[in-house]
């Protein structure tokens, strides 16, 4: 059964990265097919899919957050990452780590989700 | 970029059908999935390629997809199916676009 944990700093002050970091048990991030990915929820509100990592190492980001986004994988860790930079106050939201694939985009793992919050 | 569109809310009677759409430019031409998320968890996956069910999500959860909406059905709607839900359309150029949610009430 794959399991993923989200990891990270709770508080971020404005203009700062986010950094965060997904491990990943019962499978690994090399394991081909597997869309390796970040999705977020601000408070009460919906899901927003920021992007992810193909086991092969290609990355595919949000447009809407293309610019500040970095994902990228650690093999040996079995972890993956997400770096967000120049955050604001609207980046404060509960940050999941999912695994898409084989079979497309649709996502069967999830971790617990972590909340971040900007402030200073 | 694409859209999709869901009801916010829909309320059901134990036992009887909930029906949750989710409306998008030919989306039928892409393919659907369904979460259900309950407060304070995170999603679980309950239909996706448009009609498949994961191992161990009930049978009375069902979809479909076709021309521009996709349908995520409950039959004998339980109480424990209170929760919101998210639909998901992708294709090989639409990795990850989410409606806003359905918050489905059993009462």
């Known amino acids: 059964q794959v399991q993923l944990q989200e990891s990270g700093p709770g508080l971020v002050k404005p203009s700062q990265t986010l950094s965060l970091t997904c491990t990943v048990s019962?499978?690994?991030?090399?394991?081909?097919?597997?869309?390796w990915s970040w999705i977020r929820q601000h408070p009460g509100k919906g899901l927003e899919w920021i992007g992810y990592?193909?086991?092969?190492?290609?990355?595919y980001y949000n447009p809407s957050l293309k610019s500040r986004i970095t994902i990228s994988v650690d093999t040996s860790k079995n972890q993956f990452s997400l770096n967000l930079s120049s955050v604001t106050a609207a980046d404060t939201a509960v940050y999941y780590c999912?695994?898409?694939?084989?079979?497309?985009?649709?996502?069967?793992?999830w971790g617990q989700g972590t909340l971040v919050t900007v402030s200073s | 970029s694409y859209e999709v569109t869901q009801p916010p809310s829909v309320s059901v009677s134990p036992g009887q059908t909930a029906s949750i759409t989710c409306s998008g430019h030919?989306?039928?031409?892409?393919?659907a999935c369904w979460y259900q998320q309950k407060p304070g968890q995170s999603p679980v996956l309950v239909i996706y390629?448009?009609?498949k069910r994961p191992s161990g999500i009930p049978e009375r959860f069902s979809g479909s997809n076709s021309g521009n909406t996709a349908t995520l059905t409950i039959s004998g709607t339980q109480a424990m199916d209170e929760a919101d839900y998210y639909c998901?359309?992708?294709?090989?150029?639409?990795?990850?676009?989410f409606g806003g949610g359905t918050k489905l009430t059993v009462l």
């Open positions: 998901q359309a992708w294709d090989s150029s639409t990795a990850g676009v």
């Open positions: 990592i193909y086991y092969s190492g290609s990355t």
């Open positions: 030919k989306l039928g031409d892409k393919y």
């Open positions: 019962g499978g690994s991030v090399s394991s081909g097919g597997y869309y």
């Open positions: 999912a695994r898409g694939g084989p079979t497309g985009y649709d996502y069967h793992y």
């Open positions: 390629q448009d009609t």
